[in-house]
């Protein structure tokens, strides 16, 4: 439903998106990760029309997003960094506007408004202006013009940003719930959401794919896929260690101190599964152990490994 051929954009001497190709189908919910400045949000503007790449070619849904504009943002959904919108217009009739731009009149339009008003909450606020919003209902308002035609490709940037739990838990299980039939891309920093909703990831750094997999996927490549913390009081922690590293199958053991007890992490050889031999060592040796579990990997482990700090980033750009 997405497609995307060697984009490329420059910005005088800088390279922002250097050659970026990737497809997304039908039931995709794609995390786009990366550092700042890596490119997302310029790859973001390329796929939904609003930036015209150096090189390469966008499509969605067989429409390319040059040549045939208005057929391909009509089946976009978009959510942009910030929302804007019209400030002095009440949430209702910035709505209302939308659906009358996207094609709907009367009674269908009225329609499509109260069910993005459902969808996002937006009922206590309906009335008010949009400059008078906190950042979190104006997201909510970014986001019901985004669904409100229920198209096909949603791309989002950062659709939970300014919104509290609660609120990032409700919009996060509407993306769930409208996933299976549609494609969509939520450029994100936050990691956590990764896991909670995205079928897979995306790492660019410096305008191009450094990793491409399921969040599962992912998680296998961090150094700590299948390690094993336990967590115990300070006068134990010797014998604990010692015993340990005993085990054929652990390579090293990691102490650290954190509020006044000791925690130690148990890395396995070539990914071995350590969880079983640790637990019945420690039922052997009647350990009293106040945490014991299998870690299934550190995605920001993983994304600060793969990707250019900021000042390494600064360096390049100044060699």
Request: net charge negative.
């Amino acid at each position: 439903m997405i497609e995307i051929e060697g984009l490329i954009k420059r910005f005088g001497p800088v390279t922002a998106v250097a050659g970026l190709s990737l497809t997304v189908a039908k039931g995709e919910v794609l995390g786009f990760l990366g550092p700042n400045g890596a490119g997302k949000s310029t790859t973001m503007k390329m796929v939904t029309g609003y930036l015209a790449p150096d090189a390469g070619r966008v499509t969605i849904c067989g429409h390319d997003i040059e040549t045939d504009t208005t057929p391909a943002q009509a089946l976009i959904g978009y959510l942009p960094e910030g929302a804007p919108a019209y400030g002095d217009m009440t949430a209702r009739q910035f709505l209302g506007f939308i659906a009358e731009v996207r094609g709907f009149k009367g009674a269908e339009a009225k329609a499509r408004v109260a069910a993005v008003v459902e969808k996002t909450d937006l009922g206590p606020v309906l009335e008010q202006p949009i400059e008078t919003l906190s950042k979190g209902f104006k997201r909510r308002v970014g986001l019901a013009q985004a669904i409100l035609h229920d198209p096909p490709v949603l791309i989002m940037d950062e659709p939970t940003d300014g919104l509290d739990p609660n609120q990032k838990h409700a919009v996060r299980d509407l993306i769930k719930a409208m996933a299976a039939e549609k494609a969509i891309i939520i450029s994100t920093h936050l990691l956590e959401e990764v896991d909670a909703i995205c079928t897979r990831a995306v790492i660019i750094d410096r305008g191009a794919v450094v990793a491409d997999g399921t969040p599962a996927e992912l998680l296998a490549r961090s150094r700590y896929h299948n390690a094993v913390t336990l967590s115990l009081a300070e006068t134990e922690a010797d014998d604990v260690l010692a015993k340990l590293k005993q085990l054929p199958a652990i390579a090293q053991v990691e102490r650290k101190s954190r509020n006044g007890d000791v925690q130690l992490t148990a890395f396995p050889k070539s990914g071995a599964l350590l969880i079983e031999q640790v637990s019945a060592l420690a039922s052997r040796e009647s350990w009293n152990l106040k945490e014991l579990y299998a870690e299934p990997g550190r995605l920001d482990e993983v994304f600060r490994a793969i990707t250019t700090s900021d000042a390494a980033r600064a360096k390049a750009a100044r060699a």
